[in-house]
């Protein structure tokens, strides 16, 4: 892309475009604590004791440019990880360390909760487009050129002789500073068709435009269809990381500038509509964590339905078909029904009525039918209503306390408790003694029992 890779482990901290060893130490300081700085002085010293240097490297280097929180450590290791790692662990007490060797990455864990990732420096070669790239170790300067944007291919040296040490030999500290995504090679999009996906989130995130030769790239990589050749929980995995973003307008504006809103559905007609329902399904995702904080709830299948509410049913079937997604099977039941229950619920009057419309709906589905009406509507406050009070309605008598009056197991005990319950949501039972009498009533109990 025009840009000229630096000699092997070259630090540029004294050009004009690259921070000078004393700035890096300043932002270090200013935003990590000294204890966390103490933990890289000392994992330099150990990398290099052992020949292979440690680096800093991908998105806690990007954030600490930009003056943003850096919750992740990632550490390049130009060596044996495991070497270091266990080097690291018997310095100190309580410490853990995993180690994955099918990836040559280890996980350091500190007693407080600290925690390293170290992986080795490699190469990669793709053998065919959007297939898994194949590896073998590399220095820094090979690993920062394998990687998906000139933002995430800057380096800081932990080595004790030059702590600090900037390594940019992509520019990426330029593009930042000018709001840039730049790919690092031609066949970036087209080895790992998911780079479109990362380049959108940090798009949003960072407030990015495409570098105008990596727009060109995407656009040549779309009209390949590259993403065809891409599995489909690759696919959904980075999806799902798009639809997490809070920032959802930025999300609709970049999926329709990059061409990239068949990955989840047609085009929309009216997108500002569904941004509308999306920010009102968010509402309601939290909404509903509020009030039931232990209760599991896949907030993205709630966007998921409203993303595919006013589509072809087979449109959604066809991504569900080979996306690994939670619920993906009561999301096709909720969108075939959704329609339906939001006009009978318009016209239901008695509340046990009203309650089986939206017991008829997943737990995505109510929050997503939820989304599509105001707060003070009366279909929303009943689906309210149901989730808070209704949903945990439990008949006064159970099938024993039934048995115990004399009703004989079977099919017909079924549909008495059935009636019990829809005459509790309808009030008029409230206790064991009035279901009993209610019973009676209904000429289901003889009106003097033995």
């Given at each position: 892309?025009?840009r000229?890779?630096?000699?092997?482990?070259?630090?540029?901290s004294?050009?004009?475009?690259?921070?000078?060893?004393?700035?890096?130490?300043?932002?270090?300081?200013?935003?990590?604590?000294?204890?966390?700085?103490?933990r890289?002085?000392?994992?330099?010293?150990?990398?290099?004791?052992?020949?292979?240097?440690?680096?800093?490297?991908?998105?806690?280097?990007?954030d600490?440019?930009?003056?943003?929180?850096?919750?992740?450590?990632?550490?390049?290791?130009?060596g044996?990880?495991?070497?270091?790692?266990?080097?690291?662990?018997?310095?100190?007490?309580?410490?853990?360390?995993?180690?994955?060797?099918?990836?040559?990455?280890?996980?350091?864990?500190?007693?407080?909760?600290?925690?390293?990732?170290?992986?080795?420096?490699?190469?990669e070669?793709?053998?065919?487009?959007?297939?898994?790239?194949?590896?073998?170790?590399?220095?820094?300067?090979?690993?920062?050129?394998?990687?998906?944007?000139?933002?995430?291919?800057?380096?800081?040296?932990?080595?004790?002789?030059?702590?600090?040490?900037?390594?940019?030999?992509?520019?990426?500290?330029?593009?930042?500073?000018?709001?840039?995504?730049?790919?690092?090679h031609?066949?970036?999009?087209?080895?790992?068709?998911?780079?479109?996906?990362?380049?959108?989130?940090?798009?949003?995130?960072f407030?990015?435009?495409?570098?105008?030769?990596?727009?060109?790239?995407?656009?040549?990589?779309?009209?390949?269809?590259?993403?065809?050749?891409?599995?489909?929980?690759?696919?959904?995995?980075?999806?799902k990381?798009?639809?997490?973003?809070?920032?959802?307008?930025?999300?609709?504006?970049?999926?329709?500038?990059?061409?990239?809103?068949?990955?989840?559905?047609?085009?929309?007609?009216?997108?500002?509509?569904l941004?509308?329902?999306?920010?009102?399904?968010?509402q309601?995702?939290?909404?509903f964590?509020?009030?039931?904080?232990?209760?599991?709830?896949?907030?993205?299948?709630?966007?998921?339905?409203?993303?595919?509410?006013?589509?072809?049913?087979?449109?959604?079937?066809?991504?569900?078909?080979?996306?690994?997604?939670?619920?993906?099977h009561?999301?096709?039941?909720?969108?075939q029904?959704l329609?339906?229950?939001?006009?009978?619920?318009?016209?239901?009057?008695?509340?046990?009525?009203?309650?089986?419309?939206?017991a008829?709906?997943?737990?995505?589905?109510?929050?997503?039918?939820?989304?599509?009406?105001?707060?003070?509507?009366?279909?929303?406050?009943?689906g309210r209503?149901y989730?808070?009070?209704?949903?945990?309605?439990?008949?006064?008598?159970?099938?024993?306390?039934?048995?115990?009056?004399?009703?004989?197991?079977?099919?017909?005990?079924?549909?008495?408790l059935?009636?019990?319950?829809?005459?509790?949501?309808?009030?008029?039972?409230e206790?064991?003694?009035?279901?009993?009498?209610?019973?009676?009533?209904?000429?289901?109990?003889?009106?003097?029992?033995?």
């Amino acid at each position: 892309m025009g840009r000229t890779a630096l000699s092997s482990h070259q630090t540029i901290s004294g050009t004009d475009n690259s921070p000078p060893a004393a700035q890096i130490h300043r932002l270090l300081r200013q935003h990590w604590s000294e204890a966390r700085l103490l933990r890289l002085h000392d994992i330099g010293k150990t990398a290099a004791r052992l020949g292979t240097p440690a680096y800093l490297v991908g998105g806690c280097v990007r954030d600490l440019l930009q003056n943003h929180p850096a919750p992740d450590t990632d550490l390049a290791i130009e060596g044996d990880v495991r070497a270091v790692a266990e080097a690291c662990t018997a310095q100190l007490s309580g410490m853990r360390c995993t180690y994955h060797p099918q990836f040559g990455t280890a996980i350091l864990e500190y007693p407080d909760g600290f925690r390293l990732d170290l992986a080795r420096c490699r190469v990669e070669h793709y053998p065919a487009p959007a297939a898994l790239p194949e590896v073998r170790p590399g220095d820094i300067v090979a690993d920062l050129a394998r990687r998906d944007f000139t933002i995430n291919a800057m380096a800081i040296s932990l080595d004790p002789g030059s702590f600090g040490g900037f390594l940019d030999p992509h520019g990426g500290r330029t593009d930042l500073q000018h709001g840039l995504l730049r790919v690092l090679h031609p066949l970036s999009f087209v080895d790992d068709p998911t780079r479109m996906l990362r380049g959108l989130r940090f798009a949003v995130r960072f407030h990015l435009r495409l570098e105008p030769g990596t727009h060109v790239l995407l656009k040549t990589a779309l009209a390949r269809d590259i993403f065809a050749r891409l599995s489909g929980a690759r696919l959904w995995r980075e999806l799902k990381y798009v639809l997490e973003l809070d920032d959802l307008a930025g999300v609709f504006e970049k999926l329709d500038a990059w061409q990239l809103w068949p990955l989840l559905r047609p085009v929309p007609p009216e997108p500002g509509t569904l941004l509308s329902s999306m920010q009102r399904g968010r509402q309601e995702i939290t909404w509903f964590h509020r009030h039931f904080p232990g209760e599991k709830l896949f907030d993205t299948s709630v966007l998921l339905t409203l993303i595919w509410r006013h589509i072809p049913w087979a449109e959604a079937e066809k991504r569900l078909h080979c996306w690994p997604v939670a619920d993906g099977h009561h999301i096709l039941r909720d969108l075939q029904l959704l329609s339906e229950v939001s006009e009978d619920l318009a016209k239901a009057t008695r509340p046990s009525t009203v309650a089986q419309l939206w017991a008829s709906l997943s737990l995505p589905g109510i929050l997503a039918l939820l989304a599509e009406h105001p707060e003070s509507d009366a279909v929303a406050e009943t689906g309210r209503h149901y989730l808070l009070k209704q949903r945990g309605l439990k008949s006064p008598l159970s099938g024993r306390d039934l048995q115990a009056m004399g009703l004989a197991p079977g099919p017909q005990l079924g549909k008495v408790l059935r009636r019990l319950y829809e005459a509790h949501l309808d009030g008029e039972i409230e206790d064991k003694e009035t279901a009993r009498q209610w019973l009676i009533r209904q000429g289901i109990l003889p009106s003097i029992q033995p």
